[in-house]
């Protein structure tokens, strides 16, 4: 395993981290993880030098939390970087915002959180941060011993972004990078811009969800084929990932044993700077062609849900891009009528939007629901 310091500390950081995001579930069921395989692949990561853990309050419904805890348990915990976050949107009272974060205490069955971070900064997310002295509870927390290093992360436009990252003298952040993203919300200038102020960035989505790993269509394949070097499409989008020195670990929310162990091989090879420069332009063109193709960048992170009445909104949102992705392929419209029940179709949406509000891409969801109703169910 590649590993990059934490420059403050000198801390030694694994380049792969373990994102609780996606973790093997069983029957569907989101809040129900596979617990016993979850906590085998988190384990095994870590044997095999992976050393940064990442959950939120919300993953798996709360369930994330109480999983990570238990793999960290019989002396895992003292092998890793421990990273959970304060969704202040949960929050309704200042009061609330230690209520929130005892409960993850309690959860994970810890005393201290290493990495902390103010989860998911948006403009609306950022008022209400400074409207409950989150800082400052943070701070008291730091001073407690019971969080090392405090951090945010973010999803809005670069302008916020850069009035964030200069707000507070942060001990690092966390940003969406994929190749597909290089312009998208913080994007590499928000990444350069940390670097300019040695604040480390922990690199979240990846492959876009997974997006850029799944059923490649067929130009986007004729690319890879022309490649010099052989790579898996994992191996191309994380080792793009990599290649920026500013980036001290990227998260892979990761939901098979065989994803992990390939992702470990790549990010035991990894080195910064190392793409070619006619590697990093076949990348470029495989970028452009998906962006070209996909009409909503949704990264599949279920932020929107709940939904009040029960639409997929995740899953509807990526039948509607495969298809133009695949080019109108029946088979998508089957897959949608198959696996979307209909008492969660688009058709339900109300268009109350209380899931815009919570989207990290900022995606006009209700409008899209509109859409795919009208494409799969008319
Ligand atoms: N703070 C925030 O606001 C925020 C937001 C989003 C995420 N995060 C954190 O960042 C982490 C990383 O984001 P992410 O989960 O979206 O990461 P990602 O790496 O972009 O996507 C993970 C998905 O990619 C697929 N995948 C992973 N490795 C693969 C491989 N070797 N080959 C083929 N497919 C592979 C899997 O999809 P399948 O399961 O479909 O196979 C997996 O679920 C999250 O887990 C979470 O901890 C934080």
Redesign the pocket.
């Known amino acids: 395993m590649k590993y990059r310091t934490f420059m403050k500390t000198g801390e030694r950081i694994s380049l792969l981290?373990f994102?609780?995001?996606?973790l093997p579930i069983v029957d569907s069921d989101f809040s129900n993880i596979d617990e016993a395989e979850a906590i085998r692949m988190i384990r095994s990561a870590i044997d095999s030098g992976v050393n940064y853990v990442?959950?939120?309050y919300m993953?798996h419904n709360g369930f994330s939390e109480v999983v990570t805890g238990k793999a960290l348990k019989d002396g895992y915990r003292e092998k890793v970087f421990l990273a959970d976050?304060m969704p202040v949107w949960f929050a309704k009272t200042e009061q609330d915002i230690e209520k929130i974060f005892n409960e993850q205490l309690k959860r994970l069955d810890v005393d201290c959180i290493d990495m902390y971070?103010v989860?998911?900064i948006t403009g609306p997310i950022w008022n209400r941060v400074k409207k409950f002295n989150t800082l400052a509870f943070l701070e008291k927390k730091k001073a407690e011993g019971k969080i090392k290093h405090i951090g945010f992360?973010?999803?809005d436009e670069y302008p916020l972004f850069e009035e964030v990252i200069k707000a507070y003298p942060w001990d690092f952040c966390?940003i969406?990078l994929?190749f597909m993203d290089a312009d998208f919300q913080a994007g590499v200038k928000g990444l350069k811009l940390a670097g300019s102020m040695n604040i480390p960035v922990v690199i979240?989505?990846?492959?876009?969800?997974?997006k850029?790993?799944?059923k490649l269509p067929e130009s986007i394949q004729a690319y890879w084929d022309q490649a010099p070097v052989k790579r898996?499409?994992?191996e191309w989008a994380l080792r793009w990932v990599a290649d920026f020195p500013e980036v001290l670990t990227i998260?892979?929310?990761?939901?098979?044993r065989?994803?992990v162990e390939?992702?470990i091989r790549?990010m035991n090879e990894a080195d910064p700077n190392s793409l070619s420069e006619k590697e990093l332009e076949i990348v470029a063109k495989v970028s452009g062609e998906y962006n070209s193709l996909i009409q909503y960048s949704c990264?599949?992170?279920k932020?929107c849900m709940p939904c009040p009445v029960n639409v997929n909104i995740p899953e509807t949102i990526g039948y509607y891009n495969d298809w133009f992705l695949f080019d109108g392929n029946p088979k998508i419209s089957a897959d949608f009528n198959m696996w979307i029940s209909p008492k969660a179709r688009p058709s339900l949406c109300v268009g109350c939007k209380a899931c815009e509000g919570h989207c990290?891409q900022q995606l006009p969801i209700s409008e899209v629901m509109k859409k795919a109703a009208t494409l799969f169910e008319a």
């Open positions: 981290g994102g609780t995001m996606r990442d959950t939120a993953y976050k971070l989860h998911n992360s973010f999803h966390q969406q994929n979240m989505e990846p492959l876009k969800g997974g850029l790993t799944d898996t499409p994992a998260l892979s929310g990761m939901s098979t065989e994803q390939e992702n790549i990264t599949g992170c932020y990290p």
